[in-house]
């Protein structure tokens, strides 16, 4: 468990935030809206930085500023092909024989319109007599003229005389632009030529393929690009980014402060620059106050270790005198009896607290601990004892392994944390409460636990437990003799010694949980 200006905190905490969100995720109930539900699926996937929005943005307007252009380009293509094969249709039709009398027989009609110089493989002709039927054929690509089924030139009987050209289909052969002349002047007989359409329509898919693969080209090519260009031009994020996840990791909670972080900025003229310059000014007033905070504390500190200390003489003087006096041989009135046990009860008390300031203020400003080797399991015994003749109304068990309990610290700071959770489990439960004091060895710590079956703790009093000067009464009331310190120096003396230390409560169950390096020496079995 990290607190707030250990290393590696940030991280604890963003992993934790996403643990929760994916939690909260998984259990939605069916009341959710299928929108919630994609939401949600949306933000366990990855993550929409501005580097890949703006990525996005610009691969949407190239797509649709080529689609746009690919499409007029092929329309404008297509219909100028257009125009141009209706050009040629009607230099056919100018081509043909069409003089004021009937030439020939009407099943040679094929001929007329296409035995002359200039017309194209691949073109048809009809003539379309007045009942319907037809009489057609088209020009091969070797140049001879063949007959055309009737079945097949079907489709050119339907071109109307209209002056226009018309797209029609013509079977296997494929589309045709056509075009109708009338002659009434041949007994109603109607003159219809037929291009092909195959060439227009193969450069017009030729044209479009091409565009389409150099819009993907260009398009691949300008991503690559844009993210070198995006990147590059959002570097000055990332480190702004960088130097808030280093300060973010360095323990700012107490102690010196060296905040020497800083983001470079090239030009304080730009959007980024301007970010940059604010932000390293924000981590100068932060390094400031912070700063300032420090020297106020350590003048704190040592205010209350020099008070502490000096408070310790006078105290012992009152205590001494009081006890002299209560063994003076004389009667004395029962009211100064009175005051006098009082005088010295309230010394004990006094000195005691004195003597709790005096040795938080001492953790805090870093004094070190001795480093012995520490048998906690016998020291649990002990102050079991202790606790047990302090307590006798309340059922005490301690429970102990076969495993190696020792650790490397302060003997009687650890004693002293071994003694303030016991007490603490008698001043605060009523009698007859079952307290097991047990220790156990888990991988390289050996853990202290401290349970009780009493009333438990209120939950708003859980965050502050630790904090010096908590008290669970809202009277703060002194009747069972507590300063609020016993915790706050379990929790000094315990980080003292690399540890950690927490608590779980409920009503009818109680467990502070103690966990300490074990010694190197003392390997687990």
Known sequence: ?????????????????????????????????????????????????????????????????????????????????????????????????LGPALPGDPAEAPGIALNVPGQEAGTLAALVQADGTANAGYITERGRVLELPAAVAEPLTTVPADGGSHTISIGELGEYRAKAVERPEWNGITVVLALPLAEVTATTAQLAITISIVAVIGLVLALIVGSVVVRRALSPLAAVTETAQRVSELPLDRGDVALAERVPVDDE??????????????????????????HSERKVRRFVADASHELRTPLASIRGYAELTRLHGGDLPPDVTHAISRIESESVRMTELVEDLLLLARLDEGRELAARPVDLERMLGEAVGDAQAAGPGHDWEVRATDAATAVL??????????????????????????VVAAIDREGDEVVLRVSDDGPGIPPELLGSLFERFARGDSSRSRRAGSTGLGLAIVRAVVEAHDGEVDVESEPGSTVFTVRLPASPATPSS
């Open 1 to 97: 468990m990290t607190k707030p200006g250990d290393p590696g905190h940030a991280a604890a905490a963003r992993a934790d935030a996403v643990h929760t969100g994916a939690g909260s995720a998984d259990g939605a109930d069916g009341a959710d809206d299928a929108g919630s539900a994609a939401g949600s699926g949306r933000r366990r996937g990855r993550p929409w930085t501005l580097h890949r929005r703006l990525l996005v943005i610009v691969a949407g307007l190239l797509i649709a500023v080529s689609a746009v252009v690919g499409v007029v380009t092929v329309a404008v293509f297509h219909s100028a092909s257009m125009d141009r094969l209706d050009t040629n249709l009607d230099d056919a039709i100018s081509r043909t024989n």
């Open 269 to 294: 003229r730009t959007e980024v620059g301007r970010l940059g310059t604010a932000f390293n000014r924000m981590l100068g007033h932060v390094a400031s106050a912070l700063t300032a905070r420090e």
């Open 409 to 434: 610290g302060d003997e009687p700071r650890l004693r002293q944390v071994v003694t303030n959770l016991l007490a603490n489990a008698r001043v605060h439960t009523p009698e007859g409460t079952h």
